[in-house]
């Protein structure tokens, strides 16, 4: 058995295949999900990497050695994955390594109800028992039943947001040969929409670019076809279409930030004084504007099981983070791209104006975007970075890493990576020379003057 603790994350089990993981890994991580839940049915999807139909069937496997029945949902997004998990109330089990390259794969657990399953809250379980040794089941061995769930999913996504007064839209899609050209054709293909597709061929070894949409340099050809095309809007989705990425009719990249204020928006009209949720590193945008409009923001740590734990104890109706993750209180409090898609989607084509103008007024302040660089102790530099913040800072929280705010409105995170000797820095401010000076302070600040980012 390989080393566990180098492939069960914080979030999610994920390593390079087969040399980190591998069939006998996904099968015990089978038994044991079903062992430490109880359960007798779960359900189970993969994306499209060459990896993942073995992994996925191993898995299946361990659980059906433990009398579990396994109903075997196929290809699949994420989100599928989670709507499944919500409407059948069952566990649930995705394979893929959304964005990573095509050496890796992994699996993405979830509870009944699409409950997320991390350390804390069953991951860290599972990894003891496996370790520990899995006991056998006396009873029955269960079974696999297949069940092709994309028509089901698809009507339930478009029932939550109504499209039926838009105008005709031309969208382009770039799928980065990932779960999304399985899934975008499913969802959008009855709206009476013009898809440009792009790099829709289901392919794990990504022969086009990362499918990873948070890089700048992965919408490139999205930009380009968006400008080409005089299409009104780019949509890019990462490798299991759980996060959207948006481009407008200019080629222009769209902060995730003004998406969730779009969002936000349409959710408190149908919801007045509802719970919005954001986390440390969204634009500040965001709370105001819900503030504006009635409802009520709620700020929490960067990562969906804070964002979903959180959205559980409000009850709110839509919570929205940096990284193009976009959660749902209708969609089991789960996140989905394709969702998100479609409101943004429904509210373009409710007005005649191009997207760019849409957005203006949610996009309020600039931001500099993830920067990340290399320390070799994050806690001191945060410390030291702090210090020379002291005499300037108007607040200073602790929340999640160190956020710094200064009298002229603008303010930063720094945040350790969970994995890496990185500390990631987010500034905004309400102009970019404003910005660009204070970036470039905490810079000078966290390196002493190194020119070492990663």
Not at 59 to 69: E, K, L, V
Not at 131 to 148: L, S
Not at 244 to 269: K, N, Y
Not at 339 to 366: C, F, I, K, N, T
Request: net charge negative; with cysteine; glycine share 10%.
């Amino acid at each position: 058995m390989h080393d566990l603790s180098r492939i069960f994350k914080a979030y999610d089990v994920r390593g390079v295949v087969p040399s980190e993981f591998d069939e006998e890994v996904a099968r015990a991580t089978g038994a044991a999900f079903v062992r430490l839940l109880g359960a007798d049915r779960i359900v189970t999807a993969h994306d499209m990497r060459e990896s993942s139909v073995p992994l996925a069937a191993a898995f299946a496997d361990g659980a059906t050695s433990q009398g579990a029945d396994v109903i075997a949902a196929g290809l699949g997004s994420t989100d599928l994955l989670y709507f499944a998990a919500g409407s059948l109330g069952l566990p649930g089990a995705m394979f893929t390594a959304s964005h990573n390259p095509a050496k890796y794969n992994g699996m993405k657990l979830c509870r009944a109800g699409a409950a997320p399953i991390g350390q804390e809250t069953g991951l860290a379980d599972i990894r003891a028992l496996i370790e520990a040794g899995i006991p056998e089941h006396t009873g029955p061995r269960g079974t696999v039943t297949t069940r092709d769930l994309r028509d089901d999913y698809a009507r339930h996504l478009r029932s939550l947001v109504d499209l039926t007064g838009i105008r005709p839209l031309t969208v382009a899609v770039d799928a980065g040969n990932g779960m999304a050209g399985l899934t975008v054709p499913c969802v959008l293909g009855e709206l009476g929409l013009t898809i440009i597709p792009m790099y829709f061929e289901l392919d794990g070894s990504f022969p086009n670019h990362e499918a990873n949409p948070i890089e700048p340099e992965n919408l490139r050809d999205l930009q380009a076809r968006v400008r080409a095309t005089g299409a009104d809007i780019g949509l890019a989705f990462d490798g299991d279409a759980d996060r959207c990425f948006v481009v407008d009719e200019r080629g222009e990249i769209v902060s995730p930030s003004v998406i969730t204020a779009l969002v936000a928006e349409r959710e408190l009209r149908r919801e007045p004084g509802g719970t919005i949720i954001h986390n440390v590193i969204v634009s500040r945008a965001v709370p105001e504007l819900v503030a504006q409009r009635g409802g009520v923001p709620v700020r929490t740590r960067v990562g969906h099981s804070f964002i979903k734990a959180e959205m559980a104890r409000t009850g709110a109706v839509f919570g929205g983070e940096h990284s193009g993750h976009f959660y749902f209180r209708d969609f089991w409090r789960a996140d989905s791209g394709m969702l998100a898609a479609l409101h943004v989607l429904a509210a373009l084509g409710e007005q005649s104006g191009p997207l760019s103008d849409l957005l203006g007024g949610y996009a309020r302040y600039v931001t500099s975007g993830e920067i990340n660089s290399e320390v070799a102790d994050a806690e001191l530099a945060m410390s030291q970075v702090a210090k020379a913040y002291a005499d300037r800072a108007i607040d200073v929280d602790h929340l999640d890493g160190l956020t710094v705010s200064l009298a002229d409105g603008s303010w930063f995170n720094l945040r350790p990576s969970n994995t890496e000797p990185l500390l990631r820095l987010n500034v905004e401010a309400r102009d970019d020379a404003s910005m660009c000076r204070l970036r470039d302070d905490v810079l000078v600040s966290i390196r002493g003057g190194r020119e070492n980012s990663a």
